[in-house]
């Protein structure tokens, strides 16, 4: 049998089937989860990742994912808002996306809403009403302050109601059949002239470094070239696409039904260069050489630090952090991680097992040096250290 017949077909172009170019083994499924007994954390499920990518348009996927492994629901926390920076971050998108789609009165739909906080925020700034879906949202269901939340996946096929705007962060990667999603979000506009907003990582980013991002849930890695592909395949117009917070996440701006005759300049209708998806096609094949790369030098640098008398600490127990945990100290090197969080704190994280503590137990542990896997990060935690008075050397990793 043609080993080519194997291959998926590309879920952004549709025109080329998909190469694996690396293949990570078997990583924590349930990354952002953290367990109250280190047993379960430890017999917490796995997942493999095999990365493969679009030689026509550099689109990435894991193509070993499997759904049934991944059951979203409330126990889930895959919360950002804990940062400073994030919070801030999000509060210029809110300004910034009402002075442009001036949404009051208008409809906006968050499709994987997290716990409501962007929506919340949209709809308070705005005045307009807001409908947000999330399997993971815990909090009150039915409408409060202009919102409405459901704890579920949102509807396919019809139910949505009629909206005029859509936003979805850091949920498209993680949808196991995306051109489809998006077919299906434009049919249910029937006609009706939409707009959205998009974020995901950026896997320009992901792939040139390390690769700590590389995480189950997330089943896509889009750049500029094969986001703006899926969404034209799936007959949105693109209207925009840039880089965001350190360069980390990636947005694209669409709309759908729009009227020609009105003229609007922002539309170029262009795609992102040859030259961008050429640059990322590069960083694909060099991949996993570097990943693998990074994953001994981490290593080699906790064995080193810890032999110092450093006390190295990991600040940051989100999915990035368990994954560098994962890859780089399954031998519990480390001296400690620490997150924002208080609903971490005591609790055990997937696979590797550590324990996260709060921040303030650094101030006894007075570590040396301090690994962070986010960069936009650093400023915030550099502060936060100063107030412990812990005086330790930052690494991002
Ligand atoms: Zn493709």
């Given at each position: 049998?043609?080993?080519q017949?194997?291959?998926?077909?590309?879920?952004?172009?549709?025109?080329?089937?998909?190469?694996p170019?690396?293949?990570?083994?078997?990583i924590p499924?349930?990354c952002?989860?953290?367990?109250?007994a280190?047993?379960?954390?430890?017999?917490?499920?796995?997942?493999?990742?095999?990365?493969?990518?679009?030689?026509?348009?550099?689109?990435?996927?894991?193509?070993?994912?499997?759904?049934?492994?991944?059951v979203?629901?409330?126990t889930m926390?895959?919360?950002?808002?804990?940062?400073p920076?994030?919070q801030?971050f999000?509060?210029?998108l809110?300004?910034?996306?009402?002075?442009?789609y001036?949404?009051?009165?208008?409809?906006?739909l968050?499709?994987?809403?997290?716990?409501?906080?962007?929506?919340?925020?949209?709809?308070?700034?705005?005045?307009?009403?807001?409908?947000?879906y999330d399997?993971?949202?815990?909090?009150?269901?039915?409408?409060?302050?202009g919102?409405t939340?459901?704890?579920?996946?949102?509807?396919?096929?019809?139910?949505?109601?009629a909206y005029?705007?859509?936003t979805?962060?850091?949920?498209?990667e993680?949808?196991?059949?995306?051109?489809?999603?998006?077919?299906?979000l434009?049919?249910?506009?029937?006609?009706?002239?939409?707009?959205?907003?998009?974020?995901?990582?950026?896997?320009?980013?992901?792939?040139?470094t390390?690769?700590?991002?590389?995480?189950?849930?997330?089943?896509s890695?889009?750049?500029?070239y094969?986001?703006?592909?899926?969404?034209?395949?799936?007959?949105?117009?693109v209207?925009?696409?840039?880089?965001l917070?350190?360069?980390?996440?990636?947005?694209?701006?669409?709309?759908?039904?729009?009227?020609r005759?009105?003229?609007?300049?922002?539309?170029?209708?262009?795609?992102?260069?040859?030259?961008?998806?050429?640059?990322?096609?590069?960083a694909?094949?060099g991949?996993?050489?570097?990943?693998?790369?990074?994953?001994?030098?981490?290593?080699?640098?906790?064995?080193?630090l810890d032999?110092e008398?450093?006390k190295?600490?990991?600040?940051?127990?989100?999915s990035?952090?368990v994954?560098?945990?994962t890859?780089?100290?399954?031998?519990?090197?480390?001296?400690?991680?620490?997150?924002?969080n208080?609903?971490?704190?005591?609790?055990?994280?997937?696979?590797?097992g550590?324990?996260?503590?709060?921040?303030?137990?650094?101030t006894?542990?007075?570590?040396k040096a301090?690994?962070i896997?986010?960069?936009?990060y650093?400023?915030e935690i550099?502060?936060?250290?100063?107030?412990l008075?812990?005086?330790?050397?930052?690494?991002?990793?």
């Amino acid at each position: 049998m043609n080993a080519q017949q194997d291959h998926r077909l590309c879920d952004a172009c549709g025109e080329d089937r998909l190469v694996p170019f690396a293949d990570l083994g078997e990583i924590p499924v349930l990354c952002g989860v953290h367990w109250e007994a280190h047993g379960d954390a430890v017999a917490s499920p796995v997942g493999r990742m095999e990365l493969a990518a679009c030689p026509r348009c550099a689109y990435v996927r894991n193509v070993a994912f499997e759904p049934e492994k991944l059951v979203y629901d409330t126990t889930m926390d895959t919360n950002l808002h804990f940062s400073p920076a994030f919070q801030k971050f999000s509060a210029e998108l809110v300004e910034s996306l009402n002075d442009r789609y001036d949404l009051a009165g208008k409809l906006v739909l968050d499709i994987g809403c997290g716990q409501g906080e962007f929506l919340r925020e949209l709809v308070h700034v705005s005045g307009g009403r807001g409908v947000g879906y999330d399997a993971m949202y815990a909090g009150v269901e039915g409408e409060q302050d202009g919102a409405t939340f459901h704890a579920e996946f949102a509807p396919r096929g019809s139910g949505l109601p009629a909206y005029d705007f859509f936003t979805s962060r850091h949920w498209f990667e993680h949808i196991d059949d995306p051109y489809e999603f998006l077919v299906d979000l434009r049919e249910q506009a029937n006609g009706r002239e939409v707009f959205g907003y998009v974020e995901v990582p950026d896997a320009v980013y992901d792939l040139a470094t390390a690769g700590w991002e590389v995480i189950y849930p997330h089943v896509s890695y889009f750049d500029a070239y094969s986001l703006a592909m899926i969404f034209s395949r799936a007959g949105w117009t693109v209207e925009s696409t840039g880089t965001l917070f350190s360069g980390m996440f990636r947005y694209i701006e669409v709309s759908a039904n729009r009227p020609r005759s009105q003229g609007h300049a922002a539309y170029t209708g262009e795609l992102p260069s040859l030259r961008a998806r050429d640059k990322q096609l590069a960083a694909i094949a060099g991949f996993a050489e570097r990943h693998h790369a990074e994953r001994q030098r981490w290593r080699d640098t906790i064995a080193r630090l810890d032999a110092e008398g450093a006390k190295p600490v990991l600040w940051g127990a989100g999915s990035r952090g368990v994954q560098f945990l994962t890859l780089a100290d399954r031998e519990l090197a480390l001296a400690g991680v620490v997150d924002l969080n208080p609903r971490k704190w005591g609790r055990f994280l997937p696979v590797t097992g550590h324990r996260v503590e709060p921040p303030s137990t650094l101030t006894t542990l007075q570590p040396k040096a301090v690994i962070i896997t986010n960069p936009a990060y650093r400023e915030e935690i550099g502060k936060s250290l100063a107030d412990l008075g812990v005086t330790a050397e930052i690494l991002v990793a």
